[in-house]
Each structure stands twice: as structure tokens, then as C-alpha cells.
């Protein structure tokens, strides 16, 4: 199941995607400012906080569940030394804490793609982002959200099919030739008639896009994300 | 309601295909994540991200390959589960591994660059095997000295660690992936021109 947009009334669902960024740099400084049991403690209730304010829960962590082993792994990759004595006990917490810093990030990453339609990121980038490069990154970032579910099920499937035919027994210079050509392959034929459907859709530098307009609990989102930066500051200084 | 009364600037075909291709290219540099091989001198294993960036040069060009994997990494800071491991965020862009993230869209133009000797997409069955393994070796240099220096500025590792760590233990990997990515070019599996 991957993460994606969900309709809902939610909070999350009526603010402007632009302070709905804002919130998610503000904690991505604040986090990093704040790599420490306590800060990450107080950070682990506002992820929550706006999990829950999107309409989200658990379920929705599921689509970053990959991510998870190498959280996992890396405080104990990053205590391991060679020679004594073999485990240095004060890196892995601090690789611990950078993977749980990590972890709180997809927290508002998934409360973010939860409840931001696509075509609404791409109004925001737009918006902020001036001139054709901010159209061209913004109609890009909304095919690749759109695209990805179907690519990583191609590379997928032909994994699959490989495995099938005994690729496993294959070089692993064989097996990333043939994954990767199946991947490509795929990828240009859905770009060519991606290519011709934009085209024959009129495919426009100046689309109607969603108004964005920030409203009342817009305020509140903002107060938020300012209260994030300043903890940031506070941190940093 | 507000009413737009300008009339429709077209995108030029030529630009459509070229958008769509970048983006595609930059959600299978994201979907390359989710497939890991076992690395034969480590326990952690690799995925095929770093060939996806070379393939963006080569199959791309230098500018629609770099515009390419910087749609990747801004769809990844929105939240598009498609950096190393499914993990997304802002966060991924300024900690540990953001040297490698960074050096994407340049070692992308640089390959590029290499490959099609400036910003002309030129036959790929005119570019030789040293071309390709030059241009590739080239990217790869830059990937893991901005990650690296990424690694030694982020984690207090030393200099020395830094690249044990973040470099050596993955070049044998990198390798595979040059050999995987001349088979590509140099087959015929790969129709689209």
C-alpha cells in the first residue's frame, strides 16, 4: 500500500499547503537543532499531533516501513569499531537519536502527503518557486509523485520474473543489468505516451490551478511553524 | 473566483517529452530504492540509485538528467518515500547522507556532459567503452567525495572513517553498476531514442 492522498474533512486537509511546508521545515530545523532525548521527546508529541490532525495513523507509516531496517541498523553499524572496545557505546545513541530524528520526519512527511492532493503541492511550488523552472519543478515533483507506485511495481515484477528463471544464480553485475534495462525500458515507454497525452491535453505554462488562499487555521499552522524556527534558533545559538 | 483571461501558453512537444522523461526517470531513480542487491564486501546491501544517476547522464543529457534527479530530490522532500531505504523529509537533504543526495544532479550533468561532450544528445553507439567507463568513473568520484565530506561534516567521524565507511566498502558495488550500465548502452534492450 503506498502512501498517498486522502480525502477527508481533517484539519490537516484545510490548511494551505504553503503552511503546510513551512510546519514541515520548521520541525525538520527544530529536530535538527534538538538531537537530544528531551527535544526529541517534545518533537515526538507535535509528529503525532499532526499525524493525528491529518487523519492519520499507523497504518499510514506503512508505506515508509523500508525505511525502518536501516534505522534499525545504523546506531549499531555506527557503534561497531574494529579493535577493542569493539562497541563504542555513546555513538550508537547519537546515531540512534539521528535515526529516531529521522523517523519523526516521516511522521509529518506522511501527515503532509496524507492530506495534500498532488495538484495542490504543485499550486504551492508554483507559487513559490517563480518563472517556468518553478512550473516545469512543479508539474516534474507531481509526475514523479504519480509515477513512483507504478515504476517501483515494474522494477518489482521484473525482479520477480528474473527470480523465476533462476537469475538469482546470475553475477550481480547481471542481475542490476537486467532489473535496471526491464526498469528503463518501462519508464521510457510510459514517458512516450505520457509525452504525447500531455501534448494532445494542451500541456500549458499557465494551467488553472487550485486557488490556495491561506485561511484562519492557517494562522495557527504559521504561529506553529514560527514557534518551530524560533526553538530551532534557540537550539542552534 | 478568480478569472484567468490570459490565453494558453503551450509547452512545446519537445519540452513535454523531455519534462516527462525527466520525471519518469527521477521516480524510477526512486523506485530503484526499494531493489537492494547483496554488496560483496559489506553487510549493507546497495541499491541501484547511483546506476540510475548515470543513466540519467547518459540516457538524458547533462541538463534534462541533472533536472531530472533534482525533481527526484524535491519530490523527496515533500514527502515521496524514494531516498535510500523509502525514507523522504527535508531532514534527509541537510543530515548524514545529504552529501550523496546533493551530489545526484551534478555527477548526473557531469556524466552527461562527459558522455555527449556538451549540452547536444549525440548517438550513444557512437561513444566509446572508455568514454562511458570515464564519464561513469567520473560521477562516481563526485558522489562519494561530496558524501563523504557530507559523512565527515554531519557524524563526528574522522576524515579517515568517514571514507572507509561512506566510500571504500561501496566501491566493488559501483563497479557492478558501471559494468551493468555499459550492458544497457550497449544493448539493444533499450528502444527508446
Same mark, same amino acid.
Given at each position: ?69 536501516? =534505522? $534499525?541498523? *545504523?546506531?549499531?553499524?555506527?557503534? @561497531?569499531? /574494529? !579493535? ?6 555513546? +555513538? ?62 515494474? =522494477? $518489482?515484477? *521484473?525482479?520477480?520474473?528474473?527470480? @523465476?528463471? /533462476? !537469475? ?6 547481471? +542481475? ?62 | ?193
Amino acid at each position: 500500500m503506498t502512501l498517498a492522498y486522502v480525502p477527508d474533512d481533517a484539519l490537516a486537509h484545510r490548511l494551505d499547503p504553503r503552511s503546510k511546508l513551512l510546519v514541515q521545515l520548521g520541525f525538520a530545523a527544530a529536530a535538527f537543532a534538538h538531537t537530544t532525548p528531551r527535544g526529541l521527546a517534545a518533537l515526538s508529541v507535535v509528529a503525532v499531533g499532526c499525524l493525528r490532525l491529518a487523519g492519520g495513523g499507523p497504518r499510514d507509516l506503512w508505506a515508509y516501513r523500508f525505511a525502518l531496517p536501516f =534505522l $534499525l541498523v *545504523a546506531p549499531v553499524v555506527a557503534g @561497531a569499531t /574494529l !579493535g577493542a572496545p569493539w562497541f563504542r557505546i555513546g +555513538r550508537a545513541v547519537d546515531t540512534g537519536l539521528a535515526s529516531y530524528r529521522v523517523l519523526l520526519v516521516l511522521f509529518i512527511a506522511a501527515a503532509y502527503v496524507r492530506s495534500t492532493p498532488v495538484r495542490d503541492s504543485r499550486a504551492a511550488i508554483q507559487h513559490t518557486v517563480p518563472g517556468r523552472p518553478g512550473q516545469l519543478l512543479a508539474a516534474g515533483v507531481a509526475l514523479v509523485f504519480r509515477f513512483l507506485p507504478v515504476l517501483k511495481r515494474d =522494477l $518489482l515484477t *521484473a525482479r520477480d520474473a528474473m527470480r @523465476a528463471r /533462476l !537469475g538469482d544464480e546470475l553475477a550481480v553485475r547481471d +542481475r542490476m543489468r537486467i532489473v535496471a534495462a526491464a526498469g528503463i525500458n518501462r519508464a521510457f515507454g510510459r514517458a512516450d505516451r505520457l509525452g504525447t497525452a500531455l501534448a494532445a491535453r494542451c500541456f500549458a505554462w499557465n494551467p488553472t490551478l487550485p486557488r490556495l488562499a491561506f485561511g484562519r487555521a492557517d494562522a495557527v499552522a504559521l504561529a506553529v511553524a514560527c514557534a518551530l524556527f524560533a526553538a530551532a534558533l534557540v537550539g542552534a545559538l | 473566483m478568480a478569472t484567468n483571461t490570459e490565453s494558453v501558453d503551450l509547452v512545446g512537444d519537445e519540452v513535454a517529452t523531455n519534462l516527462a522523461r525527466a520525471a519518469l526517470f527521477a521516480a524510477l531513480v526512486g523506485a530503484f530504492a526499494y531493489v537492494s542487491f547483496p554488496n560483496p564486501v559489506s553487510p549493507v546491501s546497495v541499491t541501484l540509485q547511483v546506476l540510475g544517476v548515470f543513466l540519467a547522464g547518459i540516457f538524458l543529457g547533462p541538463v534534462w538528467g541533472a533536472a531530472s534527479l533534482v525533481l527526484y530530490l524535491a519530490a523527496g522532500a515533500l514527502g515521496a518515500p524514494v531516498f535510500q531505504g523509502g525514507s523522504a523529509g527535508f531532514v534527509e537533504l541537510v543530515g548524514g547522507t545529504a552529501g550523496y543526495l546533493w551530489s545526484y544532479p551534478i555527477a548526473a550533468a557531469l556524466v552527461g556532459a562527459i558522455v555527449h561532450r556538451g549540452g547536444d544528445l549525440r548517438d550513444l553507439d557512437a561513444v566509446s567503452v572508455p568514454v562511458l567507463v570515464g564519464a561513469m568513473t567520473a560521477g562516481t568520484v563526485v558522489i562519494y567525495a561530496m558524501g563523504v565530506v557530507g559523512l565527515y561534516l554531519n557524524l563526528e567521524l574522522t576524515l579517515v572513517e568517514a571514507t572507509v565507511q561512506g566510500a571504500v566498502v561501496f566501491l566493488p558495488a559501483e563497479g557492478a553498476k558501471i559494468a551493468a550500465a555499459i550492458g544497457i548502452v550497449r544493448s539493444d534492450a533499450i528502444a527508446a531514442e
